[in-house]
């Protein structure tokens, strides 16, 4: 599926809406060059989850969880961005398998590239965004 955005609200909007598709267990790989907006398609899916916390960018931690309150199935969303991870074993020894397409929670992956390894044999909802021009992004979304 293909979707267009023209500001950043409207990512916002879209991650809350894609919020309500998804479903614990689910790892959502985001691609897309420095400043796409992967994060910001992340804070967007919080809102949906109704996490009132301010999401921030795990790009120095690697891993962020978050408690979710809201009814849904979802009970913790673990946000991942491995830009600086110089190897899987980092991931790793923080404990990523705990959290990686277990049963409560919902998992969002920056950079999965780089984890290949880890995420093989895992079903993964696959998102590309491509920045065309200034504010206007586009999004490819695939299911496995
Ligand atoms: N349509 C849009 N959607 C999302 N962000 C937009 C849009 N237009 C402009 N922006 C700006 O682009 C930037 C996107 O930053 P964001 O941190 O979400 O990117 P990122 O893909 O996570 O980058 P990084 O690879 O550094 O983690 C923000 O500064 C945001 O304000
Ligand atoms: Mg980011």
Request: charged letters at 25%.
């Amino acid at each position: 599926m293909i979707h267009e955005v023209q500001t950043e609200a409207e990512m916002l909007k879209l991650g809350e809406e894609l919020a309500a598709t998804l479903h614990s267990g689910d790892i959502v790989l985001l691609s897309g060059e420095l400043g796409a907006g992967k994060t910001t398609l992340t804070k967007g899916i919080a809102q949906g989850l109704r996490i009132l916390e301010d999401i921030t960018s795990p790009t120095f931690t690697l891993m962020n969880t978050y408690p979710v309150s809201a009814e849904s199935d979802v009970k913790t969303l673990v946000h991942i961005d491995t830009y600086r991870l110089k190897n899987q074993e980092e991931l790793l020894e923080i404990g990523v398998e705990d959290y990686l397409g277990k049963p409560t929670t919902l998992c969002i992956i920056e950079w999965p590239e780089k984890i290949e390894g880890l995420l093989k044999n895992k079903k993964t909802i696959a998102i590309t965004i491509e920045h065309t021009k200034n504010h206007t992004r586009t999004l490819t979304i695939e299911r496995a």
